[in-house]
């Protein structure tokens, strides 16, 4: 049986993991806005970096664009918090 967290990541082919670091925080205390975008494009690299991507996009000359990025936050990470960013393809 499936723990919660595998449940919640099943349909993200693309999943890494980051720690929260101590200058990830702003001066409230939180996670600065900029460190969850930065985490999004080291998640989206991982996904294209995956063979099975990664060839096709070489074999028909094509590359991915990011066209939007968007966030809605529903809660605080502090130092020393684990952050899992998960990627997928949407079209």
């Not at 806005?33 to 028909?60: H, V």
């Not at 809605?72 to 960013?85: A, I, K, N, W």
Request: charged share 20%.
């Amino acid at each position: 049986m499936p723990t919660a967290f595998e449940t919640l990541v099943s349909d993200y082919p693309s999943v890494v993991s980051f720690p929260v670091l101590w200058g990830d925080m702003d001066a409230f205390q939180h996670v600065n806005n900029t460190a969850s975008i930065r985490w999004f494009e080291s998640s989206r690299i991982r996904l294209l970096e995956r063979p099975d991507l990664s060839g096709l996009l070489k074999a028909q000359s094509v590359a991915p664009i990011l066209a939007a990025v968007s966030c809605s936050y529903r809660r605080q990470l502090r130092y020393p918090d684990t952050v899992h960013v998960g990627s997928r393809v949407s079209r």
